[in-house]
Structure formats: C-alpha cells, structure tokens
C-alpha cells in the first residue's frame, strides 16, 4: 500500500521567482531624469540558503545586475537606480523601457517583466510653459 500511495506523490514544484510590478519613481532634475524603479519580487519561502540573489534589468540597450542578500519576506521591494537620462528621457523619440527579472540561488531565473517606460518630461506642462513664454514676449513687444 505504501509503494503505491508513493507513486501520487510528486516532487515539489520549483518556485522562480516573479517580478510582481514595477513602478516608476523617477524624478526630474532641471534638463533631465534621474531614473529609478521600485520592483516588487515574489519568491516563496525565502531562507538563508534559498533567495534572491541578483536581479538582472535591461534599459536603454543594456543590461545589468544588482546584487541581493538573503530576504525573509515574500514579497518584497528592490529600488533599482537607473541614472540619469539626459534631455528628458526620450530615446529617438520614445520614451526607454525596462524590464526586469530575478534570480533565485536554487531555481534559477524568473521570467522577464513586460517592459515599463520610464517617462521623459510630461508634455502638458512644458506645452503650458512654452504658450505662458510665448505670451509674455508677445505683451512685451507690444509694450
């Protein structure tokens, strides 16, 4: 009985880790982007032996890694910085994206995110403050 119950026992599925969300944190420093993400992992049952240990992103054509100590939650936060992006973020004219995947010292890696855009300058207010300029130098002139 025993030989038989054996044979419906599988063996425990790997857990890769995933990458839950990715947000954009970036902030606008004068005439360019400071670029940084904050990555939610998930990664079951973390331990000192069992975690992330990398997290590997691709932005701008280019790929690098952070490296991770052992985390005792599931899941948990990585604020990735991506430096500066000069002329505010707009890479032949879109805005770059980045995705990102984990490692995990026993499973291996995750898959790749979908690709997030890290926002140049909002366009709405530049279009605000070049309209605001143009008048001013309209007034003067009449002036």
Not at 43 to 48: A, F, G, L
Not at 54 to 83: C, H, K, R, W
Not at 97 to 111: L, Q, S
Request: aromatic share 6%; hydrophobic share 45%; with cysteine.
């Amino acid at each position: 009985m025993a030989i038989a119950l054996s044979s419906y026992v599988g063996r425990a599925a790997a857990a890769k880790p995933s990458i839950v969300s990715i947000e954009d944190i970036s902030a606008k420093l004068y005439d360019r982007i400071d670029a940084k993400i904050d990555v939610q992992i998930r990664h079951d049952n973390p331990s000192k032996s069992h975690y992330v240990d990398i997290v590997e992103y691709d932005f701008m054509d280019s790929i690098a890694q952070v490296n991770l100590q052992p985390q005792t939650t599931s899941p948990f936060n990585v604020i990735i910085p991506l430096g500066a992006i000069a002329g505010g973020g707009a890479v032949g004219g879109e805005e770059p994206p980045v995705k990102v995947r984990a490692h995990c010292t026993v499973d291996g890696w995750g898959d790749w995110s979908n690709p997030v855009t890290v926002p140049e300058f909002p366009i709405a207010p530049i279009a605000a403050f070049v309209a605001l300029a143009a008048s001013l130098i309209v007034i003067n002139r009449k002036r």
